[in-house]
């Protein structure tokens, strides 16, 4: 279950790489290069046992070289490897097929480009971004001078015939490289070269979901995977290695046959837009770079026939003021979804970005990067969001209807991702075990965004806000009753950061691992947010909520382009926050606490709501009505219609309440285990308007009609299970523990449809449920 660091970061630090891939739908893969610049301190002899392992494989490699890919002269290389020892260089790769590697040394006299490359190799990226003004946009960037030089010395590498082929061995974790000594020795503090690895991606590799948009086009798309990038590219995936980038995908022609090659929109994480060149067969290629240093894990790609939605325009042919023109406020942006999605239902997403976007200049500042690409991404997709440096991705389930615009509906997902750009793009956690650092945070920070965001007034933001806590806390609480003492820890390496040291191995020299970074079931787990997210609250009720809002964006200002730990933040609001200071807590006992003690602290009782809370209120006075009327029989023989002024009169109650009320009657109306008639259930489905409302109402109504066996909306169940896949993985469990024979059949019927399409950790997920070993 333990993810594994392999690359050897502490020997040679890739500063910058670049992919240049074609796309191939009928094969699903993608193929080309990957060349990556590097810089290593002067190499010191190897013990023989890595010579000797070297010169094992390297019979093996060259022999398939020469006869696939016609790379590389194997005599030579052969015999270069009698002359001296070799250095290992060690990438984290999965699932990728490798066909060979070649090594240039860029300080060779007769590389005229040699010079300028050791200026920028020999750049120190960290002090690169210290010494500058924090107010200042570029800040956080590589000189864009270099960033170019880069591209340039790449078109020169690809006429180079000089370059030597490499011995390289690939296992289930990582590619090791041997680069030999005799182009590496001297007295340089520094040795700069390139490394260029030729290779195809594998249809199975779980970075990459290859499946159909809603208009049933192929597309692809990176997916977040717990391997983050590594069967997309070979890398150093851990924190602290931060590099900058340029990635092209070209879209042959022969993809014409699939799709319109007119109608592709590649969209990936670089700071600009495209350049886009079209050849004369049709060919596509796009173009885009990243002069932000960022570890490999936060590269996101999509490639399908998304449309760019345009806003209505007014009268007078001037766009409104939900135009995507953010710029005093935020970046400019672009959305693209299938055309499936466009006008109506992309109108809540559009009109609600200006106010969130001006939500969080208020509580962090400024948006610090320029431009953001938004993609509504396939059902399959397996979260309701992801974040990346100038790309979101977004599930079609928060997408808004027209009966749930006012109430805002799921769009605080938008502001949750929006906060990750300073909580987990341009900074994040030393140790990615503590990921409560980011989810945590931004589940915090959202309700805070998207209350400013909607200008709720100070009772509503109250009451409100008490009633998404409730929710939160009853899902927690939930969670915690059925999971594993280690999935409950949000710090399970203590003190000691995993990812802290450079090194790829510890004090013991055992290679480092992220603990249960391969383990699916964490993927679906929320503890880590909620339990982070009641962890801060519990210091904003100590220390008071605008004070503690000051000294988080103090902190992120301070953080911003860094990584950092756990203690980090708690030593930094200790010293910041005068009551904090002053009450009981100290930074130990909440660690031990919260962080590193599964379960929730003593201190935590759950109790989040006001007596005077007039929205829980009438949810309550709404489960008396609903639990008074359980079990009458029905009037007239008429089993679909409620009858007199007192059920008109809760119906109208029932159709005003708001979308976090309606989840709340809900679930107590599941828990309590109400009895309710099939009258009651078809009035209250038609006063929830179930086919529009939001899909945490609709996720909650769907679990009513498992508990109550009510067959005859079984079809909103399936419909459910097939449009809002990254919220429907319980319902199967739920399914299946019902005893039903036709709810099982169910189960398995919808599973069986979207299996080939599902993300992995859900698939495995789910074949659990239906098919317990």
Request: proline content about 4%; overall charge negative; charged content about 20%.
């Amino acid at each position: 279950m333990d993810l594994p660091l392999s690359s050897n970061y502490k020997e040679i630090q890739v500063v910058h790489w670049i992919l240049d891939l074609a796309c191939d739908f009928a094969q699903s893969q993608l193929s080309g290069s990957a060349t990556l610049y590097c810089q290593s301190k002067s190499f010191l002899p190897n013990s023989e046992c890595e010579k000797l392992e070297s010169k094992e494989c390297a019979e093996q490699n060259l022999s398939m070289i020469s006869a696939e890919s016609g790379h590389g002269n194997s005599t030579s290389t052969t015999s270069g490897l009698d002359e001296s020892f070799n250095q290992a260089f060690v990438l984290d790769c999965h699932n990728l097929d490798i066909e060979a590697c070649f090594f240039h040394n860029l300080e060779q006299e007769n590389f005229d480009v040699a010079t300028a490359c050791q200026r920028i190799l020999s750049t120190d990226i960290g002090s690169q971004t210290d010494h500058q003004s924090k107010d200042n946009q570029t800040s956080l960037q590589v000189d864009t001078g270099l960033i170019h030089n880069y591209l340039n010395i790449y078109r020169k590498l690809k006429e180079d015939n000089t370059k030597k082929l490499l011995n390289f061995h690939v296992d289930k974790t990582c590619l090791r490289m041997y680069i030999p000594n005799s182009h590496l020795h001297g007295n340089q503090i520094q040795v700069s070269f390139v490394v260029q690895i030729i290779y195809k991606t594998q249809k199975d590799g779980p970075s990459l979901t290859w499946t159909l948009d809603q208009n049933m086009q192929p597309c692809v798309y990176t997916s977040g995977h717990l391997l983050n990038n590594r069967s997309l590219m070979p890398c150093q995936d851990m924190p602290q290695a931060m590099g900058t980038w340029h990635c092209f995908i070209s879209v042959p022609a022969d993809n014409a046959k699939l799709l319109e090659l007119d109608k592709v929109n590649v969209l990936m994480a670089g700071e600009a837009e495209p350049n886009i060149l079209v050849e004369q067969d049709g060919t596509r290629m796009f173009c885009y770079h990243s002069s932000y240093p960022m570890p490999a894990s936060t590269f996101a790609l999509a490639i399908g026939t998304w449309s760019e939605y345009s806003p209505p325009k007014n009268k007078d042919g001037s766009f409104g003021d939900a135009s995507c023109q953010y710029r005093s406020l935020g970046p400019s942006v672009r959305i693209f979804a299938p055309s499936k999605f466009h006008e109506r239902a992309l109108q809540g997403l559009t009109a609600y970005l200006p106010s969130c976007f001006s939500a969080l200049s208020s509580v962090l500042g400024q948006y610090p990067l320029h431009r953001l690409d938004i993609l509504i991404v396939p059902a399959s997709f397996d979260s309701l969001g992801m974040m990346s440096p100038h790309l979101m991705f977004l599930s079609q389930s928060i997408l808004v209807q027209e009966s749930s615009e006012a109430e805002g509906g799921m769009l605080y997902r938008v502001a949750h991702e929006l906060c990750h750009t300073w909580f987990g793009v341009l900074s994040g956690p030393r140790d990615w075990t503590e990921e409560w650092l980011t989810e945590g945070i931004c589940c915090y920070l959202e309700d805070v965004v998207h209350a400013t965001a909607l200008q709720w007034n100070v009772t509503e933001t109250r009451e409100r806000l008490q009633l998404r806590c409730l929710l939160k806390s009853r899902v927690l609480k939930a969670e915690i009753s059925t999971t594993s003492d280690d999935l409950q820890t949000l710090r399970p390496n203590g003190d000691a950061s995993a990812t802290s040291s450079s090194n790829s191995t510890n004090a013991n020299n055992e290679p480092l691992v992220v603990k249960n970074g391969l383990n699916p079931g964490k993927t679906l787990l929320q503890v880590h947010y909620l339990k982070g997210f009641f962890l801060l609250k519990h210091l904003e009720q100590v220390s008071g909520k605008e004070e503690f809002l000051q000294v988080l964006r103090t902190f992120i200002e301070n953080k911003l382009g860094h990584l950092f730990s756990s203690m980090d933040l708690l030593e930094f609001c200790f010293t910041n926050l005068h009551k904090l200071r002053q009450s009981d807590l100290t930074v130990s006992s909440v660690c031990e606490e919260w962080l590193d003690t599964p379960g929730m602290p003593q201190c935590f009782s759950g109790q989040v709501i006001d007596d005077g809370n007039k929205l829980y209120t009438q949810v309550c006075h709404q489960l008396s009505i609903l639990k008074a009327g359980a079990g009458r029989k029905r009037i007239n023989h008429q089993p679909d219609k409620l009858q007199g002024p007192a059920c008109t009169e809760t119906s109208l109650a029932v159709k005003r309440l708001l979308p976090e009320q309606r989840v709340l009657l809900l679930d107590l109306l599941v828990e309590e285990d109400v009895k309710l008639t099939r009258s009651q259930m078809q009035q209250l489905r038609q006063d929830l308007r179930v086919e529009d409302a939001t899909a945490e109402v609709q996720h909650s109504w769907c679990e009513l009609v498992v508990v109550r066996k009510a067959m005859c909306w079984l079809d909103d169940v399936e419909r459910f299970l097939s449009d809002h896949q990254a919220m429907g993985v319980y319902l199967y469990g739920e399914l299946m523990i019902s005893e039903n024979a036709r709810m099982q059949a169910l189960a398995r019927k919808v599973f069986h449809s979207l299996r080939p399409c599902m993300a992995e950790n859900q698939r495995l997920a789910v074949e659990e449920m239906l098919f317990p070993k």
